[in-house]
């Protein structure tokens, strides 16, 4: 091997001090349209929310309905207060919000990370809270695809010996 290829884990984390990126990231500029509302997509299995918070009385609108209306199992409707209570902002955004795809269990997980992730847009500063919290990582589960000579994605049809 040449010198410069046989390089030791010493040489490599040398390298690695002197060419370390500053540990202090730069300051986050908020983005927010001329109507003072921050845009966010949310995603969760087969539903894609998009989402628009705006500083307000706490109202919650998806696809034109309150929120109580179209999410009626208080589980959902928790599922989407969730960044509000985490980041201490409960009651202080208007949410309007379309939802396409999936059910409703996915649409609420969409709205969610889009609530989320809109309100990392309109307060930069509340993108630690929410990213411990786990509402900004998107959750790649989807449903798998059913196979040809198979019930469902993985179930085999039923064994009979005659």
Known sequence: MSGTQSRTL???KELAVATAIPTEQPKR???RDNLGRSYATGRRKNAVARVWI?????????????????????VLRMLITQPFL????????DVYCTVVGGGLSGQAGAVRHGISRALTNYEPELRGILKIAGFLTRDSR?????????????????????
């Open 10 to 12: 010493a040489d490599l």
């Open 29 to 31: 500029e908020p983005k």
């Open 54 to 74: 705006k500083p307000g009385k706490g109202e919650i609108m998806i696809n034109g309905k309150r929120v109580g209306v179209y999410f009626a199992r208080p």
């Open 86 to 93: 985490v980041a201490d902002r409960y009651n202080q955004f």
């Open 142 to 162: 989807v449903v798998e695809r059913k196979k040809y000579g198979r019930a469902k994605a993985r179930r085999s049809f039923q064994f009979s010996k005659r």
